[in-house]
Every structure is written in C-alpha cells, then in structure tokens.
C-alpha cells in the first residue's frame, strides 16, 4: 500500500518535472545549485571579466615549474594547451574548466579575451560537458561525464576527439585513419623543420635558417595539405576545418615566439611542440593577440596558396558548396554550427543558461547573433 509522505512528494516532483523535461537538468533555479537526474552537479558559467595585466613577461613565472604529466593525466593535440597542462597554468590533470582555459591562454600566451573565450567556448560545447563545466583537453576522462540524457552522445569526447576541434591537415599530429592524431609525431615534425631549413630566415644565435617565417608556414602548410589531399582518403577539410587549421598555423606566428623580438627559432618550436614545456627566458607577446592578428596571419598564409574547402569522398577530391552567408567569418561560424549537435536547442533550465553564455562567447568575434545561427549537427558526432 502507498503511503503519502513528505519524501515520497519530493520524489514524486521531481521525477515529474524529469519527465516533463527530459533532457534538461531538473534544477531551473539560477545560482547553480541543480543536480541532474544521473547525479551531475551543475557549474554556472560565466564570462571572466578581462585580464589587467596584458604586458610582456617572462612567462612561466616561478610558481610554474614544468612537471611531466602522469600516466592519469590529459594530454592532447593541442602543444598549446599541453604546455600550459604541464606547468601547472591549466589543471595538471588536463581537466578544465571554460574560465580556467580562458585565463590559462591569457596568462601564459597573452591571448586577447575574446578570441580565448570564443575557442573555450567551442570546446567545453563540442567535447566537453557544459553542465558540470569541464572539458578533458586530451581524450575521454571519467571526470567528464556526458551530458545529462547523453543528448550529445555517450562520451564528452574530450578536445582528442575528431571532429568540431581536432581536424585533419594539422601541422604535427596525422589525419586520423592516417595515424596517431592525437600526440606530437617526429616524422611530421621532421618535415616542418626541413621547411624552416628551406624557407626560414636567419639567426646570430640559433644559426641560418633556424628561424620559422611566414614562407616557412606558408609552404609548409600547403605541403601538409597537398599530402593528405593525395594519401588520406577520407580527407575533411571543409571551410571551418580549413580556417582553424590555418588559424593553428597562425598560433605558431603569434603566440610561440619570444614576445621581446618576435623570434620563434627551431629551439623554441621545438620545446613547445616536442618537449611541451615553456622554452628558458620565454617571454609571453607584448599585446593581446586577438581575432584580427590570427585571421589576418592565416589569410596570408593561405594566400600564398589559396584552397578551396571540400573533402575526399572514397579518395575522390570534392570541392564543397559555398556557404555563401556574406564573409568568410559567417560562413565558419555556420559549419561551426553545423558541427554543433542540434540538441543544444532544447535544453532548458540551467544546463540552457551555460550553453547560453557559450554560443554567445562563440559568436562574438564573428560578429554573429547566437540566436539566429544556431546548433543544426548531429549529436554524437
Ligand atoms: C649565414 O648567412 C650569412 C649571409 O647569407 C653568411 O654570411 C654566413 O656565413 C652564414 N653563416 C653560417 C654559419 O653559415
Ligand atoms: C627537450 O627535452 C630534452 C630532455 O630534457 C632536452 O635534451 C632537449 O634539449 C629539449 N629540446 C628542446 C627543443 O627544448
Ligand atoms: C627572449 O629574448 C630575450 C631578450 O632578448 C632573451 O634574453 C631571451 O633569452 C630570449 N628567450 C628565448 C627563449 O629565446
Ligand atoms: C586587435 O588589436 C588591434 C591592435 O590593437 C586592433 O586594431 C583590432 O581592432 C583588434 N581586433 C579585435 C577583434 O579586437
């Protein structure tokens, strides 16, 4: 026989109002205190305000020493994020947070607000879990669970993920189903240290053509291109996937080099991208690096060799139809968004609220209305 009791009426209404909202948390208040019906605890995000000191500085400072991760600890394709990961400026453990990633890229690289909002955004949305806030910067993590109701798929996926962050044509990790796509390759990296012996420029301290220019980007990358192009059957390179791997390109231009000179020669690529550690008297850019100096570099990277996007169907080059929204911005938004799983547009509640601030953080430097283009992908993928 059922007795009516205080507990019982508790758990009645919130297995109806589970019901009534299946996929959102059952929590709609606002200070973040929801729980979800599989046990998540919910993390209200928000935007940090802007950094106050934006100076040039020897970057890491002595709180920051380098310690190796560990067998448990996150490490991706990101060299950026590893290194940040390594000493200590993210979480150790690669398990982070939407404004812990923003301040981890503002402190150690001077990356300008908005821009490391847009791409913190993009990952806690694609491959992390922007009910609990958190994103594995390498693969899977039980840290990171699934969105409430799995509505994006079983696993967060982590920034290791193909697809939405990681891509092909990267400069030194292979397409996957060509290799590891994960972690730092020597073979490619080989290759990009023979375009800087072929097109870098000259240095009194680390010799002659040891320095990595804008030639040595430009070729390298078209390189980089043209070989997945012949050898990856399944190539995807559509227009958002083709500007950020030029946008990482122009990361290598803007943010690596010793921020007093401008200079980023073969030891100090090498630390970064091989050894994943802040090379000795490293000094972080002199000025925010925004959206402008990032697309102005990968267009002029991709100038020397203009692409058109498009993908390998079963080994067959095949352009892509243009997007045609008005500029190039909007249209990688959109297939930004084409990525994006569609679920993300019913949400409610307060899992709604944090997917919210981030599609309108994501929008922002493309000068986009977050309410007008939204989430069209398929969830999971
Ligand atoms: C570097 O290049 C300069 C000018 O091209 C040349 O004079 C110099 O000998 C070169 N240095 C080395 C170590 O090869
Ligand atoms: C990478 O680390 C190794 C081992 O500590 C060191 O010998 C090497 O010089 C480092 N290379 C760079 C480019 O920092
Ligand atoms: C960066 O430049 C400063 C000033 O010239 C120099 O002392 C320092 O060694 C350089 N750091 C690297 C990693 O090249
Ligand atoms: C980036 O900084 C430059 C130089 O300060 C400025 O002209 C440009 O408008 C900035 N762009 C953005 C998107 O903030």
Redesign the pocket.
């Known amino acids: 026989m059922l007795t009516i009791t205080p507990a019982f009426i508790l758990a009645a209404s919130a297995f109806l109002r589970a019901a009534a909202n299946p996929v959102g948390p059952t929590s709609t208040s606002k200070g973040g205190s929801g729980s979800s019906t599989d046990g998540q605890k919910f993390v209200l995000i928000t935007v940090p305000p802007f950094p106050t000191d934006t100076s040039l500085k020897v970057i890491p400072d002595a709180s920051h020493p380098f310690v190796a991760p560990g067998p448990g600890d996150k490490r991706g394709p990101c060299p950026g994020l590893n290194t940040l990961a390594n000493h200590g400026y993210l979480p150790h453990n690669g398990i982070a947070s939407f404004e812990q990633l923003i301040e981890g890229v503002e402190e150690g690289y001077n990356m300008?607000h908005?821009?490391a909002s847009a791409l913190s955004a993009l990952a806690i949305l694609g491959r992390g879990n922007a009910f609990i806030n958190q994103v594995s910067i390498g693969g899977v993590s039980e840290l990171v669970p699934p969105l409430p109701g799995k509505i994006d798929g079983k696993t967060a996926g982590g920034l290791a993920k193909h697809g939405r962050f990681e891509g092909d044509v990267s400069q030194t990790r292979h397409d996957i189903g060509e290799g590891d796509y994960q972690n730092f390759q020597d073979d490619l990296y080989d290759q990009f240290l023979t375009y800087v012996g072929r097109f870098g420029g000259d240095s009194p301290t680390t010799g002659n053509a040891s320095v990595v220019t804008l030639p040595v980007l430009q070729e390298y990358k078209y390189h980089r291109f043209l070989s997945e192009q012949a050898s990856d059957p399944n190539l995807e390179f559509s227009i958002a996937r083709m500007i950020i791997s030029y946008d990482e390109a122009a990361f290598v231009l803007n943010f690596f080099p010793n921020g007093t000179d401008n200079v980023i020669d073969t030891t100090i690529l090498g630390s970064f991208f091989r050894n994943q550690t802040f090379p000795y008297n490293w000094h972080r850019r002199s000025?925010?690096g925004?959206?402008?100096?990032i697309q102005d570099a990968a267009a002029e990277i991709l100038g020397a060799h203009p692409l058109v996007p498009g993908t390998n169907k079963n080994g067959v080059w095949t352009p892509d139809a243009p997007l045609n929204t008005g500029s190039t911005f909007t249209d990688v938004h959109l297939n930004i968004m084409q990525n994006l799983a569609s679920s993300l547009n019913d949400v409610t509640g307060d899992l709604k609220t944090n997917v919210e601030t981030l599609l309108a953080a994501l929008a922002k430097?493309f000068g986009v209305d977050p309410l007008k283009v939204r989430p069209q992908g398929t969830p999971g993928q």
Request: glycine content about 0%; overall charge negative; cysteine-free.
């Open positions: 300008e908005d821009l000025d925010p925004n959206f402008t100096f430097p």
